[in-house]
């Protein structure tokens, strides 16, 4: 057998059972399951219940122990393993769980510690909280796990518990088994009571010995449905038995086992996932750099290629040239390109033009051509009224600033006979 290999042990009624595919071994101790192996287990004399208490999440255990150490269900310390908890408010909490004898539970702890594999706890409701889970109910439901004289019920719905009890029988017996079953109703029917709530109806799991009778599915007061069944092999007989279904529902992380030995299961399962993927990323990482090997010979090659390419070209070019020797030259060149970009006498007549009023009249037209700019000095009169001639001489600055020219300096005086007045401008390229 391997010895990383993932066994279930089913410990119920005073048996212990092993998994193998779907075959169901009756096993005469924990010590001879090799390799990793989940326990589902009733624990002797343990109960489960559900409790709302008025007490803040971190001490609710404290609790529990005294109220059930009160009611005298356990003579000595007692262990506490919660499967489901929420807080309700800041100092309320409700809490699923299952308690049991503290030399119980060490017993267990002694086993899973002295192996050299990792073994995962499960007690018996995790599958019956996993099979609550998976049904997905809106409203609350009850599922009944029948087993020999027993009958264990867990109600609620995928995200909340309301109740948790196990209902026990004096034999195995029809008629014993049908009072069971009445048990089990009643028990059903006054939750629904006192939580005011509407049970939909009642899921059955089944074990290789459960004895399910017609007054279990023929009743009046629920709608009675069973869990899907799988066939398993027990004692060279096939059986339909739900439990099995129910099992593969439970992940680890539904063990009560403590975080480090959830932790090294799941190490341990994908030790193997994670060699597979090492050697995977080592192959591509091997193949990447040969290519990117031979893609750096090829680049250097172009780069060699690509050098000696200048290298030739840059062979007979003649040498520095003297600058000074063609200064005339460069500087002819030169003011022609800026004379260039300068406007034309053509287009400051015709800017000027333009902008003349009726009774205007040039006297004075200078344009300079500086290196760097156009300058224009204009000096005339306006033989007109002094409100007419103003506005001439407005629209003229006017057009001419619209045109691009720069106003440097003017002047307007007049007298009785005429205006006169005086415009420098500047032009830029």
């Known amino acids: 057998m391997q010895k990383n290999k993932r066994q279930v042990a089913i410990e119920l009624d005073g048996l212990t059972y092993r998994v193998?595919?779907?075959?169901?071994?009756?096993?005469?101790?924990?010590?001879?399951?090799?390799?990793?192996?989940?326990?589902?287990?009733?624990?002797?004399?343990?109960?489960?219940?559900?409790?709302?208490?008025?007490?803040?999440?971190?001490?609710?255990?404290?609790?529990?122990?005294?109220?059930?150490?009160?009611?005298?269900?356990?003579?000595?310390?007692?262990?506490?393993?919660?499967?489901?908890?929420?807080?309700?408010?800041?100092?309320?909490?409700?809490?699923?769980?299952?308690?049991?004898?503290?030399?119980?539970?060490?017993?267990?702890?002694?086993?899973?510690?002295?192996?050299?594999?990792?073994?995962?706890?499960?007690?018996?409701?995790?599958?019956?909280?996993?099979?609550?889970?998976?049904?997905?109910?809106?409203?609350?439901v009850a599922v009944v796990f029948q087993h020999g004289r027993f009958a264990d019920i867990l109600i609620g719905t995928h995200k909340k518990?309301?109740?948790?009890?196990?209902?026990?029988?004096?034999?195995?017996?029809?008629?014993?088994?049908?009072?069971?079953?009445?048990?089990?109703?009643?028990?059903?029917?006054?939750?629904?009571?006192?939580?005011?709530?509407?049970i939909s109806e009642i899921c059955l799991l089944t074990w290789i010995d459960s004895n399910v009778t017609s007054d279990w599915t023929n009743d009046s007061d629920f709608e009675v449905v069973f869990f899907e069944n799988q066939d398993i092999s027990y004692n060279g007989v096939t059986i339909q038995c739900s439990f099995m279904k129910a099992l593969k529902m439970l992940t680890a992380m539904q063990s009560v086992s403590v975080p480090q030995e959830k932790a090294c299961y799941y190490a341990n399962r994908w030790i193997s996932c994670l060699n597979v993927m090492m050697l995977v990323a080592a192959v591509i990482f091997l193949g990447?750099?040969?290519?990117?090997?031979?893609?750096?010979?090829?680049?250097?090659?172009?780069?060699?290629?690509?050098?000696?390419?200048?290298?030739?070209?840059?062979?007979?070019?003649?040498?520095?040239?003297?600058?000074?020797?063609?200064?005339?030259?460069?500087?002819?060149v030169k003011n022609l390109t800026l004379y260039r970009s300068k406007p034309s006498f053509k287009e400051i007549i015709d800017d000027l033009s333009a902008g003349i009023s009726k009774s205007m009249e040039f006297e004075i037209l200078k344009i300079d051509y500086i290196t760097d700019d156009v300058q224009i000095e204009v000096f005339g009169h306006i033989g007109a009224p002094f409100k007419t001639a103003y506005r001439g001489y407005q629209n003229l600055i006017n057009g001419l600033k619209n045109k691009g020219y720069a106003l440097q300096e003017s002047r307007f005086d007049t007298d009785i006979r005429k205006s006169q007045f005086l415009l420098k401008f500047q032009r830029m390229p």
């Open 20 to 140: 193998v595919g779907n075959r169901l071994e009756t096993v005469r101790d924990l010590k001879e399951l090799e390799g990793d192996v989940w326990l589902i287990t009733d624990m002797q004399d343990s109960i489960t219940r559900f409790m709302a208490l008025d007490a803040e999440h971190d001490f609710v255990d404290v609790i529990i122990r005294k109220r059930l150490q009160e009611t005298g269900e356990f003579d000595d310390s007692i262990s506490i393993l919660p499967l489901w908890k929420k807080k309700n408010g800041k100092s309320s909490t409700d809490i699923f769980f299952t308690a049991l004898s503290s030399r119980i539970y060490s017993f267990y702890s002694n086993l899973i510690h002295k192996r050299d594999e990792i073994m995962l706890l499960f007690p018996l409701y995790s599958v019956l909280f996993a099979a609550l889970k998976r049904m997905r109910a809106r409203n609350p």
């Open 288 to 332: 990447s750099y040969f290519y990117f090997q031979k893609r750096a010979d090829v680049l250097g090659n172009q780069i060699m290629a690509l050098e000696g390419q200048i290298t030739r070209m840059n062979v007979g070019r003649p040498g520095d040239i003297d600058r000074e020797k063609f200064d005339q030259q460069f500087g002819f």
């Open 161 to 198: 518990v309301y109740y948790a009890n196990r209902c026990v029988a004096f034999d195995t017996s029809d008629e014993q088994i049908n009072k069971l079953w009445n048990t089990a109703k009643a028990d059903i029917s006054n939750v629904s009571k006192d939580h005011r709530i509407e």
